[in-house]
């Protein structure tokens, strides 16, 4: 309809160009009512509820009539409440297993995965994701039998195997926490391996061509081509994995219930308990703006850092 | 991104290399990757086993792989007894029309940042990705009360809203779109006087069929999956999910193991069946973000 785009378009040069003119659609309502269904669901469920949040916490209100305004009173409370310390703990302990523990390995496996001439290599990805598919009450319902100090499928496997059960995975304050870790680690490997694997077979391979011209060995190939080649990848993999660690809930809530002595009590956990259990509806809004604070925080640095989430076309 | 395509396939290195050294490292390669299965799968597996098992064999020692004897009286007693079909029908449904809204909610504004340039964009596209870092704890409270004080508490209608308007889903939409729709179609679209939402509807709709199926899938995972939610929102035991009716079976006083089992089995079918059938999209559209950054 403008001259740029008049003539036949075919040739790359030319639908490139045609594209970088698209400005002439400046004026058009178009591309607005194309997001707008978009934002009107944004601003009524995630932005008002955030704006909400922030207000709510100000006030004491245990649900019913008026919330009553006490300032920064909730924020002074949590700074000195020794189970809300537990829970960042806690919660910072499954954002590094998440991170360092998980996030490597299923880099490893999908390395694995890509050695090349690998037979059935869609099998293996498939069945290593299948995890991610079951609804998280059934894994942690699951794993709440498996880790069963008496009858559980792991203590009856090392009675077999080495003759010793009868660990108590669940209730011992420290072996509680490697249950959770363990149950994350079965949960997400798979699932992160299926994008660190698109990430490797993405990579040029003229770039290991050249880096076996220069006579670089493995290792050496990992690093300088590999690992630079997976940037984008494994920034939007850890950045994920933050989040997702972040806010657990399910395991902790069904398998430990947040002990014991709340050495598996997460954040989100500490939230829903005070809002829903204990009626502190402005307590736990302080404790949310916390956790926001904290999560969105370091993941826009993380964005920033690793340049991911711009606008591309 | 297929099977068939391996990166580092240089010929010549192949035939140097196939020594005895690096066939017994295929060996342990291969030994590893089924160990790391069985480590996957094994839970799913006793799960399955102890479903058709009378309750006192779920816990023999040793553990028997095979039910013997083998019975159906957990998913007898889980579907006569319980009202597992209830959960079932609002699980489902709910997911379903949670994906139906998500998935056109996305398009449009995938659609909408792939393909226009306009005033703003940078900005709107930074504060829709930018929410994929806000923690749904952050909007639990919140939304249970404004939902609950507007008299929108219903769980028909607010089980679904969460799932409705993912960032994730747009961010996913909008890079298949830059990459797979072509801009010569709809200018030449545009030159025939279509109008821009019967572009989208004819044009770009049909070409995002593949992507559609792996954003839907996501999407109907993520709502049938969850549990806080629920758990927060619905009182009313006539209105469990699925997640929220195999809580009550876990929690009750004598723990319904052998029925938990088999509700675990039932409630995961439909998910693995339509993984099954659409795992190709799913794996692969899950990735095409991610890749690009």
Redesign the interface.
């Known amino acids: 309809m403008t001259t740029a785009i008049a003539g036949p378009a075919g040739s790359t040069r030319e639908r490139a160009h045609a594209n970088r003119t698209a400005p002439r659609l400046k004026q058009s309502r178009a591309p607005y009512l194309f997001i707008a269904p978009f934002y009107v669901l944004y601003v009524l469920f995630m932005l008002v509820p955030v704006l909400v949040s922030l207000w709510l916490s100000l006030t004491e209100w245990v649900g019913l009539g008026t919330p009553h305004w006490v300032g920064l009173r909730n924020y002074r409370l949590l700074a000195t409440d020794v189970s809300f310390h537990r829970a960042l703990g806690n919660t910072g302990v499954f954002v590094m297993i998440a991170v360092f523990v998980v996030v490597p390995l299923a880099l490893l496996i999908a390395q694995a995965l890509n050695t090349r001439g690998l037979r059935v290599r869609d099998l293996w990805r498939t069945a290593y994701f299948v995890p991610i598919v079951v609804s998280p009450i059934i894994v942690a319902l699951i794993f709440g039998l498996i880790f069963d100090r008496q009858f559980g499928l792991l203590n009856s496997v090392l009675r077999a195997l080495f003759g010793t059960g009868g660990v108590d995975w669940l209730g011992d304050p420290d072996l509680a926490k490697v249950s959770i870790g363990l149950v994350m680690l079965w949960r997400w490997t798979g699932y992160l391996t299926v994008f660190f694997l698109a990430g490797l077979q993405a990579v040029p391979k003229e770039l290991y061509e050249a880096a076996a011209l220069d006579g670089a060995g493995r290792i050496r190939t990992f690093t300088t081509v590999t690992l630079p080649a997976l940037k984008p990848v494994t920034a939007f993999v850890v950045v994920t994995s933050f989040i997702g660690a972040a806010q657990i809930f399910e395991e902790p809530y069904l398998l430990t219930g947040g002990g014991p002595a709340e050495s598996t009590l997460s954040v989100t956990m500490f939230i829903y308990r005070a809002a829903f259990q204990r009626q502190q509806f402005g307590y736990a809004a302080a404790a949310a703006v916390v956790l926001f604070v904290l999560v969105f925080g370091l993941s826009q640095l993380f964005n920033r850092l690793f340049g991911i989430g711009r606008a591309t076309s | 991104?297929s099977?068939t395509?391996?990166?580092?396939?240089?010929s010549t290195?192949?035939s140097v290399r196939s020594s005895a050294g690096a066939r017994s490292r295929?060996g342990l390669?291969y030994l590893?990757?089924v160990l790391?299965?069985l480590?996957?799968?094994?839970?799913?597996v006793?799960?399955l086993s102890?479903s058709f098992k009378p309750r006192g064999d779920?816990?023999a020692?040793?553990?028997k792989l095979l039910p013997d004897p083998f019975t159906l009286h957990n998913y007898r007693a889980l579907i006569e007894d319980q009202p597992f079909a209830q959960w079932f029908v609002m699980s489902t449904v709910v997911a379903v029309v949670a994906t139906v809204v998500s998935v056109?909610?996305?398009a449009?504004?995938g659609?909408?940042?792939?393909?226009?340039?306009?005033?703003g964009?940078?900005l709107?596209?930074?504060?829709?990705?930018?929410?994929?870092?806000?923690?749904?704890?952050?909007?639990?409270?919140?939304?249970?009360?404004?939902l609950v004080k507007t008299g929108l508490g219903s769980p028909w209608f607010a089980l679904i809203?969460?799932w409705?308007?993912p960032a994730f889903g747009?961010?996913m939409m909008?890079?298949y779109i830059?990459q797979s729709v072509?801009?010569?179609v709809l200018?030449?679209a545009?030159?025939d006087g279509a109008s821009?939402?019967g572009i989208?509807r004819r044009i770009v709709l049909p070409l995002l069929r593949p992507s559609l199926g792996a954003l839907a899938v996501w999407t109907f995972?993520q709502s049938?999956?969850s549990?806080?939610w629920p758990?927060?929102l619905v009182s009313d035991s006539s209105q469990y999910t699925?997640?929220l009716g195999?809580?009550t079976l876990?929690v009750s006083e004598q723990r319904q193991?052998d029925l938990?089992?088999a509700g675990?089995v039932l409630?995961?079918l439909p998910?693995?069946a339509l993984?099954v059938l659409l795992?190709?999209q799913l794996?692969?559209g899950?990735?095409?973000?991610?890749?690009?950054?």
Request: proline fraction near 7%; aromatic fraction near 18%; charge should be positive.
């Open positions: 991104m099977a395509t391996s990166p580092i396939r240089t290195h192949a295929r390669l590893t990757l790391l299965l480590a996957f799968l094994a839970p799913l006793w799960a102890g779920i816990f020692y040793p553990p056109f909610v996305c449009l504004a659609y909408g940042f792939a393909k226009f340039r306009f005033a964009k940078r709107l596209f930074g504060v829709m990705f930018s929410s994929l870092s806000i923690p749904f704890a952050v909007i639990l409270v919140p939304l249970f009360v404004i809203v969460p409705v308007a747009i961010f909008q890079q830059v072509p801009d010569s200018e030449a545009r030159i821009e939402f989208f995972l049938y999956n549990f806080l758990l927060v699925l997640p195999l809580q876990f193991y938990v089992m675990a409630a995961v998910a693995v993984f795992r190709k794996l692969e899950l990735s095409t973000g991610a890749v690009k950054g």
